[in-house]
């Protein structure tokens, strides 16, 4: 069966640089989230769309933003990067009325 | 205000005995229970959900889970452990009405299963 996609998966970038993850959801899911997992923690949710409108808001910066296009893929700029931006980016789909969030493999973001 | 405790950072089990891996929530109204596992540097794999119907919720890999309304536990269970079920499990939970994106992820409790 069709996963989740990240891409890409591993990512270094300098201090004031910039970046942007992909994220490609299970066919005909219509909910994508981002999520950011630091060290030894578990994920926090950032932010969700909903058939292509944004939808929730959770913990992310003014830095980042996100969007979802027609093809419901999803993107997730970040700006400014700072070293605590390093950490795993996971984003997952679901189904709005089954709730279960199928997640991506992620994508490693390290900010040197 | 919804919330999820695992009491548990670790537990550790010989392989082929039972495993419980605990979960307590608190919700203002119904709750959405799931179960995650997550191998190192990889995405969490959801196991199995309680949205409605039995208490005894049976997911992937052979694990199930039993919804208990009155002590609001969702333990997370396995009759015989194998070694590759060492992994990072994940409690989570919403309320029934909430959006989806509401979801509240525990802290996590690192399984150990030793050959």
């Known amino acids: 069966a069709a996963g989740v996609i990240q891409s890409p998966r591993h990512l270094i970038k300098e201090k004031r640089e910039t970046a942007t993850l992909k994220c490609y959801p299970i066919?005909?899911?219509?909910?994508v989230y981002w999520y950011q997992q630091g060290p030894g923690q578990d994920p926090q949710f950032l932010i969700s769309f909903y058939e292509k409108m944004q939808s929730d808001k959770g913990s992310i910066p003014d830095r980042f933003s996100a969007q979802q296009f027609s093809d419901y893929h999803s993107e997730l700029n970040m700006s400014s990067l700072e070293l605590g931006d390093s950490a795993l980016y996971f984003c997952a789909s679901s189904l709005e009325e089954t709730g279960a969030q199928y997640f991506g493999p992620g994508t490693r973001l390290t900010v040197t | 205000a919804q919330s999820v405790a695992q009491p548990e950072d670790q537990v550790n089990v010989a392989e082929g005995n039972p495993l419980t891996v605990k979960c307590t929530y608190s919700?203002?109204?119904?709750?959405?229970l799931f179960w995650y596992v997550q191998y190192p540097n990889r995405g969490l794999q959801f196991l199995l959900k309680y949205i409605t119907g039995d208490n005894l919720v049976k997911g992937s890999y052979g694990f199930e889970a039993e919804f208990n309304k009155s002590q609001t536990s969702f333990h997370l269970k396995k009759p015989s452990a194998l070694v590759s079920d060492s992994a990072l499990y994940f409690c989570?939970?919403?309320?029934?009405?909430?959006?989806?994106?509401?979801?509240?992820f525990g802290s996590g409790t690192r399984l150990s299963i030793r050959p």
């Open positions: 066919p005909r899911h219509d909910t």
């Open positions: 919700v203002s109204g119904n709750p959405y």
């Open positions: 989570a939970v919403r309320d029934a009405y909430s959006s989806a994106s509401k979801i509240i």
